[in-house]
């Protein structure tokens, strides 16, 4: 094995490692512990959250059960473990609450999937004046607790890097996109919305996502496998649970005065378990509120 190999190997498991480090020291909140439906200094930015479609990509999934189930087989995960915080899937698609690894991530990418674990900077990141920026005493404590520095384009980048550009043979066999069309500064101007200030100057500069993709290693060519076998999302019979008390969710209040349209309801297997049923009927839910409550 060559020393540019080495260099290779070691600078990727390297770009993983920083992104990964802090989730594996620290715990994660949910979004539902930084602002949303709460008066603090979150709340503004959790009102962005609810309309951008970062906050969808678990019911994305649920509405194209068929292809991402067929996918999870063809890329060793498996369809019923499609949705399972302790699975490869979820780590881009969903947050994962601490102490709920193995349960069915119900939020899509939330604060802490860019903003690194909550659990121990969440109160301790607000201690002092604003004004004083970076130097703030909270800021340098967050920073030590698992927040991450977002502010350093480098570090921004490497955090876009690791869910926006596939380089996993194993995905890229079962047909997951590469990534390699994702159009770094559109979203870097969509995130933005939720900053102090539009994003511009060095924040539109594309270099440090470039080389974050360099320091991952290229995207390799392989073909995309095939399956005719037909994949139904199930698990195991057992006594179905009680009837769910459904009420408004009080994050997403009720304020249409017309009319709204929603997309086609997803297609659930007859032979979906009764988990996966209501999981579907509560993302509905909130696609209903989120639309009525703009």
């Not at 200094?41 to 309309?51: L, Y």
């Not at 390799?220 to 459904?246: D, G, L, N």
Request: net charge neutral; charged share 20%; hydrophobic share 30%.
């Amino acid at each position: 094995m060559t020393k540019q190999i080495l260099k290779i190997i070691t600078s990727v498991c390297f770009t993983i490692f920083l992104h990964s480090s802090a989730f594996a020291q620290h715990p994660t909140v949910g979004p539902g512990s930084c602002g949303l439906g709460q008066t603090n200094c979150h709340a503004t930015d959790n009102e962005w959250w609810k309309n951008d479609d970062h906050k969808v990509t678990v019911q994305s999934m649920y509405d194209a059960l068929p292809q991402y189930e067929k996918m999870a087989e063809l890329a060793g995960v498996g369809a019923k473990n499609l949705f399972k915080g302790n699975q490869m899937c979820m780590k881009c698609h969903g947050t994962i609450v601490s102490g709920q690894e193995a349960k069915e991530v119900d939020n899509g990418v939330s604060c802490e999937s860019c903003h690194g674990p909550g659990g121990d900077y969440k109160d301790p990141h607000s201690e002092g004046d604003p004004s004083l920026g970076d130097k703030r005493p909270g800021y340098v404590k967050g920073l030590q607790l698992g927040m991450l520095e977002l502010a350093n384009l480098d570090k921004r980048a490497d955090a876009c890097v690791s869910c926006h550009y596939i380089n996993d043979e194993k995905l890229l066999r079962a047909g997951h996109p590469s990534g390699n069309t994702f159009n770094y500064i559109k979203g870097i101007r969509q995130v933005s919305q939720h900053w102090d200030k539009p994003a511009g100057g060095p924040d539109t500069d594309k270099g440090p996502f470039d080389k974050a993709m360099q320091k991952r290693g290229p995207i390799p060519t392989v073909a995309v496998a095939k399956s005719e076998q037909t994949v139904v999302y199930q698990q195991a019979p057992r006594t179905p649970p009680p009837p769910p008390t459904i009420s408004v969710d009080p994050f997403f209040p009720l304020t249409a005065r017309g009319s709204i349209t929603l997309e086609p309801f997803p297609v659930v297997p007859d032979t979906a378990s009764y988990d996966i049923i209501l999981m579907v009927v509560k993302q509905r839910l909130e696609l209903l509120y989120s639309k009525i409550g703009r």
